[in-house]
Every structure is written in structure tokens, then in C-alpha cells.
């Protein structure tokens, strides 16, 4: 199931490319927690109604560049990251798992601005950010099972060799 990498560990990113996808990872969740708190505890009484706090529209506007960022951030991941893990069958649950919460994410956010009425956008909008909260949780757990496998080949073939 695990095999080592017969051309070197290609499947581990580096610092920049970590950076990226951990640095636009933070600014989805960030922007979203705000957006999501602004807006269910922060909301002012007006004269027609409750009326949305003034910060509330730019945490939407970080949140869509951040997303866009996002979309081509993670899609680098494709060609080396994915297909070499892929095919030496590293990680690869908490891998589909992690690409599934992605596409998930995608495919409300898209909703999101294309499509939904009143009953149907708030129903949407959870659904959305409640799978954005548990995002940091499944990569956390993604990164750390990652390295875990690849040390325990390493570890292998260090034996092996010895
Ligand atoms: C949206 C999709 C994905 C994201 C954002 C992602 C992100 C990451 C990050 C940030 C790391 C830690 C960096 C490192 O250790 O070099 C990592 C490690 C890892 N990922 Fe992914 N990954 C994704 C999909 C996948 C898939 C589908 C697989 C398997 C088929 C996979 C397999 C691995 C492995 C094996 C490691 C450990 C690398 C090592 O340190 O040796 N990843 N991933
Ligand atoms: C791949 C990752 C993600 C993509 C592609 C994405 C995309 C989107 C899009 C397109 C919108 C609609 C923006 C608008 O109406 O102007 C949106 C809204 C939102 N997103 Fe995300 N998002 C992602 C991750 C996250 C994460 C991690 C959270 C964490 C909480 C989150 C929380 C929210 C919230 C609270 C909204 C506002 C919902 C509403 O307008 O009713 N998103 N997202």
C-alpha cells in the first residue's frame, strides 16, 4: 500500500509552496469566521430592520479573492503533489478525504453566487461554512498522516539498507 518514492519524495512541498496553500487556507477561514460571526452577532437595528454590520461586505470580498487564490493554489497541488502520492499510494484517505471537503467548498461556494432563493441561500450558506470550520481539522490531520507514512518508509528503507 505505502511504497517509497521511486523518484526521491517529490510528493513533499516545499517552504513556499507550503506557505501558499497554508497562508491562503488561513485567509478562507479567517474571512469566513468573521463574515459568519459579523453577521450572526453583529447585525445593528435599523429603521426598516436589522441592517448588516459595515465590515461584513469586505470580509466577503477577502473571502472571493482568497477563494480565487484558492482554487488555483489547490489545483497546483494536481500534476506533482497529488498524482506522485497517488501513484505510490501515500496518504491517499485522508488525501480523497481532504480533496472531497475541497470540492465540496467549490461547489457551495458556486451556489453561492449563482444560485439559491430566500429559502434556500441561508440553507446553502451553512452548509458551506460549516464545512469551511472543520477544513483546518481534516488538514492538520492530512499533513501530520502524511509525513507520519513517509517517515515509516524512510524508516524502511533505512532498515532494509542497513
Ligand atoms: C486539496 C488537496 C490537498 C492539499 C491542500 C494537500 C496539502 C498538503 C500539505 C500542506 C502537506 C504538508 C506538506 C509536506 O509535508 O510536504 C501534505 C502532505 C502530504 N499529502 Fe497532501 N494535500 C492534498 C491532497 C493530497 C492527496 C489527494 C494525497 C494522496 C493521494 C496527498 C498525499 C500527501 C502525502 C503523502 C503527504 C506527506 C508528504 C511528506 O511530507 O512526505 N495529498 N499535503
Ligand atoms: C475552497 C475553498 C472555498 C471556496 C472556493 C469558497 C467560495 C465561496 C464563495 C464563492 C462564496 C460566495 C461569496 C459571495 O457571495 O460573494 C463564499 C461565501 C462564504 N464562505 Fe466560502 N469558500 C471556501 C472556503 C471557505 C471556508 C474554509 C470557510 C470557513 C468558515 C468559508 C465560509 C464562507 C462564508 C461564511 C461565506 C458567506 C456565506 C453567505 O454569503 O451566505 N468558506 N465562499
Same mark, same amino acid.
Given at each position: 500500500?505505502?511504497?517509497?518514492?521511486?523518484?526521491?519524495?517529490?510528493?513533499?512541498?516545499?517552504?513556499?509552496?507550503?506557505?501558499?496553500?497554508?497562508?491562503?487556507?488561513? !485567509? /478562507?477561514? $479567517?474571512? =469566513?469566521?468573521?463574515?459568519?460571526?459579523?453577521?450572526?452577532?453583529?447585525? &445593528? *437595528?435599523?429603521?426598516?430592520?436589522?441592517?448588516?454590520?459595515?465590515?461584513?461586505?469586505?470580509?466577503?470580498?477577502?473571502?472571493?479573492?482568497?477563494?480565487?487564490?484558492?482554487?488555483?493554489?489547490?489545483?497546483?497541488?494536481?500534476?506533482?503533489?497529488?498524482?506522485?502520492?497517488?501513484?505510490?499510494?501515500?496518504?491517499?484517505?485522508?488525501?480523497?478525504?481532504?480533496?472531497?471537503?475541497?470540492? !465540496? /467548498?467549490? $461547489?457551495? =461556494?458556486?451556489?453561492?453566487?449563482?444560485?439559491?432563493?430566500?429559502?434556500? &441561500? *441561508?440553507?446553502?450558506?451553512?452548509?458551506?461554512?460549516?464545512?469551511?470550520?472543520?477544513?483546518?481539522?481534516?488538514?492538520?490531520?492530512?499533513?501530520?498522516?502524511?509525513?507520519?507514512?513517509?517517515?515509516?518508509?524512510?524508516?524502511?528503507?533505512?532498515?532494509?539498507?542497513?
Amino acid at each position: 500500500m505505502n511504497r517509497p518514492s521511486p523518484r526521491g519524495d517529490t510528493v513533499r512541498l516545499g517552504p513556499w509552496h507550503q506557505g501558499f496553500v497554508y497562508g491562503v487556507t488561513a !485567509a /478562507l477561514v $479567517v474571512s =469566513g469566521i468573521a463574515w459568519v460571526v459579523l453577521h450572526y452577532f453583529f447585525a &445593528r *437595528p435599523g429603521e426598516y430592520g436589522p441592517t448588516i454590520h459595515p465590515a461584513e461586505p469586505w470580509m466577503l470580498k477577502l473571502h472571493g479573492a482568497a477563494a480565487m487564490a484558492g482554487l488555483i493554489i489547490y489545483g497546483s497541488l494536481l500534476p506533482v503533489h497529488i498524482r506522485r502520492a497517488w501513484a505510490i499510494r501515500r496518504n491517499i484517505f485522508l488525501g480523497i478525504g481532504l480533496v472531497l471537503f475541497m470540492l !465540496a /467548498l467549490t $461547489v457551495t =461556494g458556486y451556489l453561492l453566487y449563482y444560485a439559491g432563493d430566500e429559502e434556500t &441561500r *441561508p440553507v446553502i450558506s451553512a452548509v458551506h461554512w460549516i464545512i469551511g470550520l472543520v477544513v483546518p481539522a481534516v488538514l492538520i490531520w492530512h499533513v501530520l498522516s502524511g509525513r507520519a507514512q513517509t517517515r515509516a518508509v524512510q524508516k524502511q528503507a533505512l532498515e532494509t539498507h542497513a
